[in-house]
């Protein structure tokens, strides 16, 4: 590594070198013949040929003339600006850009690590694939699970976990063609034609596209009672025009869902929602609104840090409208809207975010 950084230098240095050194000596050359005049004589030498040709008549001829004939004695008796250049100008920025590699060489030798072995992409996957997979991040134990199903192709399970990890990575298109894999293995399960539909809804931002629609209708026919493709197909009823349709669907699920179905909440909200009602939040404990402070504080952070996260921008900016802080929410809408000014999309979501109802 030192030896790269030592090359790397020297290459530097000689390149700028050589760069100085060619303008050294063309500020040394004479003084280059002002262009101007050359120009404007070649117009009047075009202007007589397009003349000549019958392109102009005669009137245009002697207009066109006239102008570039007046142009050319004023460039002739314009003084012209030539350019110089003093060696003791030069020398301070030859010297800098000589110290320059140097610097920092000695800056990585003391604040980087010089010593530290390369570590093969190869050496960490046989590390993670030794280690316990709960303390792997969802990157790592996506890299293993990739090679996992490149060993077993035809087992739909490994290309369900990929996909999950692959989503928890925030790598939605992966995690959709880990399931369309998974799919062509075992089309029979409903399960995966249904996660291959919340993927596709993930990927979009939200939106039911139409390959989601085709998934749940896939799953539906192998599980009638699916809930989560029933309630999408309804809502993108509901977004195609047809609310009453899509209001019907939603509450023939909210009837077949077992009272205790936590489902239920989130069901009777969005059919609220729809029906143009005002939809209260839940009342969260003291802890638990400790916790969710905590964690819409760190999505704030990791935006800060990664900001290329059109989504993370949607959810925090309902995290605090339903938060009820107002000041923050409207930081991070201003945020995201200068960020994502040209993504009518993204802007569209913003805006219905930031209106999500505080809890009461």
Same mark, same amino acid.
């Given at each position: 590594?030192?030896?790269?950084?030592?090359?790397?230098?020297?290459?530097?240095?000689?390149?700028?070198?050589?760069?100085?050194?060619?303008?050294?000596?063309?500020?040394?050359?004479?003084?280059?013949?002002? $262009?101007?005049?050359?120009?404007?004589?070649?117009?009047?030498?075009?202007?007589?040929?397009?003349?000549?040709?019958?392109?102009? +008549?005669?009137?245009?001829?002697?207009?066109?003339?006239?102008?570039?004939?007046?142009?050319?004695?004023?460039?002739?008796?314009?003084?012209?600006?030539?350019?110089?250049?003093?060696?003791?100008?030069?020398?301070?920025?030859?010297?800098?850009?000589?110290?320059? $590699?140097?610097?920092?060489?000695?800056?990585?030798?003391?604040?980087?690590?010089? !010593?530290?072995?390369?570590?093969?992409?190869?050496?960490?996957?046989?590390?993670?694939?030794?280690?316990?997979?709960?303390?792997?991040?969802? $990157?790592?134990?996506?890299?293993?699970?990739?090679?996992?199903?490149?060993?077993?192709?035809?087992?739909?399970? +490994?290309?369900?976990?990929?996909?999950?990890?692959?989503?928890?990575?925030?790598?939605?298109?992966?995690?959709?063609?880990?399931?369309?894999?998974?799919?062509?293995?075992?089309?029979?399960?409903?399960?995966?034609?249904?996660? &291959?539909?919340? !993927?596709?809804?993930?990927?979009? !931002?939200?939106?039911?596209?139409?390959?989601? %629609?085709?998934?749940?209708?896939?799953?539906? %026919?192998?599980?009638?009672?699916?809930?989560?493709?029933?309630?999408?197909?309804?809502?993108?009823?509901?977004?195609?025009?047809? =609310?009453?349709?899509?209001? @019907?669907?939603?509450?023939?699920?909210?009837?077949?869902?077992?009272?205790?179905?936590?489902? =239920?909440?989130?069901?009777? @909200?969005?059919?609220?929602?729809?029906?143009?009602?005002?939809?209260?939040?839940?009342?969260?404990? $003291?802890?638990?609104?400790?916790?969710?402070?905590?964690?819409?504080? +760190?999505?704030?952070?990791?935006?800060?840090?990664?900001?290329?996260?059109?989504?993370?921008?949607?959810?925090?900016?309902?995290?605090?409208?339903? &938060? !009820?802080? %107002?000041?923050?929410?409207?930081?991070?809408?201003?945020?995201?809207?200068?960020?994502?000014?040209?993504?009518?999309?993204?802007?569209?979501?913003?805006?219905?975010?930031?209106?999500?109802?505080?809890?009461?």
């Amino acid at each position: 590594m030192i030896a790269f950084w030592v090359v790397a230098g020297v290459l530097t240095a000689a390149a700028a070198g050589l760069i100085l050194s060619r303008a050294a000596r063309a500020a040394t050359q004479g003084e280059a013949q002002d $262009p101007t005049p050359a120009v404007y004589r070649r117009q009047l030498a075009e202007i007589d040929e397009l003349a000549e040709r019958g392109l102009i +008549g005669e009137a245009e001829r002697k207009s066109a003339h006239a102008e570039a004939g007046r142009r050319l004695l004023a460039a002739a008796d314009q003084p012209v600006e030539t350019w110089t250049s003093e060696p003791a100008a030069r020398r301070p920025v030859l010297i800098a850009v000589m110290l320059a $590699p140097a610097l920092a060489l000695g800056l990585y030798l003391a604040l980087g690590s010089p !010593g530290m072995p390369d570590q093969p992409f190869v050496k960490r996957l046989a590390a993670w694939k030794a280690s316990n997979p709960a303390s792997l991040a969802p $990157p790592e134990l996506a890299a293993v699970l990739e090679q996992l199903t490149q060993q077993r192709p035809n087992d739909p399970e +490994g290309f369900r976990y990929l996909a999950i990890a692959e989503g928890a990575s925030e790598h939605p298109a992966e995690a959709v063609r880990a399931l369309r894999k998974a799919v062509r293995i075992a089309p029979q399960r409903a399960d995966l034609w249904e996660l &291959l539909g919340e !993927g596709l809804v993930f990927e979009s !931002g939200g939106p039911v596209t139409d390959d989601a %629609k085709a998934a749940f209708r896939e799953a539906l %026919k192998r599980d009638p009672k699916a809930v989560a493709p029933r309630f999408h197909l309804a809502r993108a009823r509901i977004a195609d025009g047809d =609310r009453a349709g899509g209001l @019907a669907d939603w509450r023939a699920l909210l009837a077949d869902l077992p009272a205790d179905d936590s489902r =239920r909440a989130a069901l009777t @909200a969005a059919i609220a929602d729809a029906e143009g009602q005002p939809e209260a939040a839940p009342a969260l404990s $003291p802890e638990q609104l400790t916790a969710v402070r905590g964690m819409v504080a +760190g999505l704030a952070q990791r935006l800060q840090a990664s900001p290329n996260d059109p989504q993370g921008w949607v959810r925090l900016v309902r995290a605090y409208a339903v &938060l !009820g802080d %107002k000041a923050k929410r409207d930081q991070a809408l201003a945020d995201a809207k200068a960020r994502y000014a040209g993504r009518s999309d993204i802007l569209q979501q913003l805006d219905a975010s930031a209106r999500a109802e505080p809890m009461r």
